[in-house]
C-alpha cells in the first residue's frame, strides 16, 4: 500500500492555465505539506497544514493554493501558470505530537510549464 | 532552524563503510538531529534522528558529537542503492513550524 500518493506524476501544461495535483495519505497522520524542489535540486517548504492551521512560506506566489477537502488530503492548485513554476512538486505527511516528527513524501509530480 | 554544513559530495566502494558528516554548530538544545535521503527519481526518506545520544536503526548509525555541534551517519556496508542525496537537518521539537528545511546535501556515489 503506499503511504501518501500524488497524482499525477508528470503533468505538461501552458503558460497561463490553471492546475491542481493531488495527495492522498493513508497513515492516519494530522498534518501534510507541499514541498518544491526546483531545477537546482533545491527542495523548499510551501504549506505546511493541519485542521487547524496553515503555515505558508511567504516566498509562496498567492497563485498556489493548498486546499484540504479532508484530513487524508491536500490538494496544490496553481493559478496563471508560469515557466518558472517548472519543477517536482512533492506532498508529505506527518503526525503531530511525534517527538521526531518524520515525514513521509509522497513520490513527487514532475511539472513542466511550456 | 539552526543551519547545518555537508560536503557536497562523498564516494564510497560498494561493502565498505561510509561516513557522511555534518556541523551544526548553532545548534540549540532543544534541536533535534534528523536525517533524510533521496534516491533519484524518489521523493525524500527519513533515516534516523537523535538529540544527545548515538543512534542504531536497521538502516544506519547516527554518532553525536559530544558538544553536539557535529554528527555522522554512518552506513556500515555501502550497497549501490543507498547512492542517493543525503540531508541532516536540524529541527527545533518546540517549534511551531512543521517544516523541513533542507540544505544542500551530500550526493553519495557508491562504486561498484
Known amino acids: 500500500d503506499t503511504a501518501v500518493s500524488q497524482t499525477p506524476k508528470y503533468l505538461v501544461t501552458q503558460m497561463g492555465n490553471d492546475k491542481s495535483i493531488k495527495c492522498e495519505q493513508n497513515?492516519?497522520?494530522?498534518?501534510m505539506y507541499w514541498y518544491k524542489q526546483d531545477s537546482k535540486k533545491f527542495l523548499k517548504i510551501m504549506f505546511s497544514?493541519?485542521?487547524?492551521?496553515?503555515?505558508i512560506n511567504e516566498t509562496v506566489p498567492n497563485r498556489f493554493s493548498p486546499k484540504s477537502p479532508d484530513k487524508a488530503h491536500l490538494n496544490l492548485h496553481i493559478n496563471s501558470l508560469e515557466l518558472g513554476d517548472s519543477a517536482v512538486y512533492f506532498c508529505a505527511s506527518s503526525q503531530r505530537g511525534s517527538s521526531y516528527n518524520e515525514q513521509f513524501f509522497g513520490p513527487g509530480t514532475r511539472l513542466t510549464v511550456l | 532552524d539552526a543551519k547545518t554544513t555537508q560536503p557536497n559530495s562523498m564516494e564510497s566502494n560498494e561493502e565498505e563503510p561510509v561516513h557522511l558528516p555534518c556541523n551544526h554548530s548553532?545548534?540549540?538544545?532543544?534541536?533535534?538531529i534528523h536525517w533524510y535521503r533521496q534516491l533519484p527519481s524518489q521523493g525524500p526518506e527519513y533515516v534516523i534522528h537523535?538529540?544527545?545520544s548515538n543512534v542504531n536503526n536497521r538502516m544506519a548509525s547516527l554518532a553525536i558529537a559530544e558538544d553536539r555541534k557535529s554528527s555522522t551517519l554512518i552506513l556500515h556496508r555501502a550497497t549501490l542503492r543507498d547512492a542517493a542525496v543525503y540531508y541532516c537537518?536540524?529541527?527545533?521539537?518546540?517549534?511551531?513550524?512543521?517544516?523541513?528545511?533542507f540544505g544542500s546535501g551530500t550526493q553519495l556515489t557508491v562504486l561498484p
Open positions: 497513515l492516519g497522520h494530522d498534518t
Open positions: 548553532t545548534i540549540s538544545g532543544t534541536d533535534y
Open positions: 537537518i536540524l529541527r527545533d521539537v518546540y517549534g511551531s513550524a512543521r517544516q523541513l528545511t
Open positions: 537523535g538529540l544527545t
Open positions: 497544514y493541519n485542521n487547524k492551521e496553515l503555515i
